[in-house]
């Protein structure tokens, strides 16, 4: 699991930090404030299931635990982008108000790579 470098960008601008993804990457949030995650990919296109981990659903009284989706830790976690086409870019947003659900015990995102990620880099931006 690599620790992802993150930048803040404000009224002067910043370049993004690309890094290659790997199956599972991770990021300190700061406690709190919004994140923007960039991914890119590069020249290979194909499916890939990127989930960020989520850690505070909880099954409602009486019901019985969701199917663990193909690819995902926890069956709460969510699925963030399902392909990427060659030489195209995703960005997701979580907002503030939504980090601590994401956030794990020691203060980190995690963020979940499978597929065809040969070529995936990605720029975690934040917090706002």
Do not use: C
Not at 82 to 109: H, K, L, N
């Amino acid at each position: 699991m690599a620790t992802l470098t993150t930048v803040t960008p404000g009224v002067t601008s910043v370049a993004p930090t690309f890094t290659a993804v790997t199956a599972a990457d991770k990021f300190l949030s700061s406690g709190g404030g919004g994140w923007r995650i960039h991914y890119r990919n590069g020249a290979t296109p194909g499916t890939a299931a990127l989930y960020v981990q989520n850690f505070t659903v909880a099954v409602p009284p009486g019901a019985a635990t969701p199917a663990l989706p193909s690819g995902a830790v926890h069956w709460s976690d969510d699925l963030v982008i399902t392909s990427m086409g060659a030489t195209t870019d995703r960005v997701i947003y979580i907002p503030g108000i939504y980090i601590a659900q994401f956030t794990d015990s020691t203060g980190f995102v995690n963020l979940v790579h499978n597929g065809t990620i040969t070529t995936i880099t990605v720029s975690v931006e934040g917090p706002f």
